[in-house]
């Protein structure tokens, strides 16, 4: 977006809310499309009203919203506060993406899976690794057998990263697979995961 704001002076607004003296503030928005902006902002308080018009590129108004304060802010009592619990160490998930929803299951035609994990109060320079293991797929392997493994440096405490298997030439054995994570020698967490036919 391309907007410039200027402040065009102090004025009072009467609104449903009360009067305020406000300073007004009025924006032009060139791209992607044209807009008008005017705002009135009260110390202490925020905006009061805003009014936004979108315009055709010949200048005629499109689309006009107006909006405006109801009622005066008031003090809400504080919220409790609850004990935040401490963050898991290291964290880990598997999945069809890098980001999203994780998954237990995949089908034999799944392009890539990808191992995600989070690590938190780690040591610097901490050495990450994440081992594939196929637990049984039948006459395929044999069990436990280790097909690929990765690893990465963190480069602060609080870290996250994705490994990434991606499927072979003919396609994911079905059977029971599991993901090993390791910080340095340890091993922190174990997701397990199933290839259906």
Do not use: C
């Amino acid at each position: 977006m391309q907007q410039h704001y200027d402040v065009v002076g102090e004025e009072d607004v009467d609104l449903r809310a009360g009067k305020f003296h406000a300073f007004h503030i009025h924006g032009e928005q060139t791209a992607p499309i044209r807009m008008t902006i005017d705002r009135w902002v009260v110390n202490g308080v925020g905006i009061v009203k805003d009014v936004t018009e979108t315009k055709m590129p010949d200048g005629h108004v499109l689309r006009r919203i107006s909006l405006e304060l109801k009622e005066k802010p008031k003090n809400a009592p504080r919220p409790q506060v609850k004990s935040v619990q401490s963050a898991k160490k290291f964290s880990a998930s598997v999945g069809k993406a890098p980001i999203g929803e994780a998954t237990r299951e995949f089908g034999s035609d799944t392009p890539k899976i990808y191992a995600r994990w989070e690590g938190h109060n780690l040591r610097n320079q901490a050495k990450v690794r994440a081992v594939w293991i196929a637990e049984n797929i039948g006459d395929i392997a044999t069990p436990n057998y280790k097909i690929d493994e990765a690893s990465t440096t963190v480069n602060s405490r609080d870290s996250h990263g994705i490994f990434t298997l991606a499927k072979p030439d003919e396609g994911w054995a079905p059977g029971d697979y599991r993901v090993e994570f390791y910080v340095d020698l340890a091993l922190v967490e174990t997701v397990k995961l199933k290839i259906l036919q």
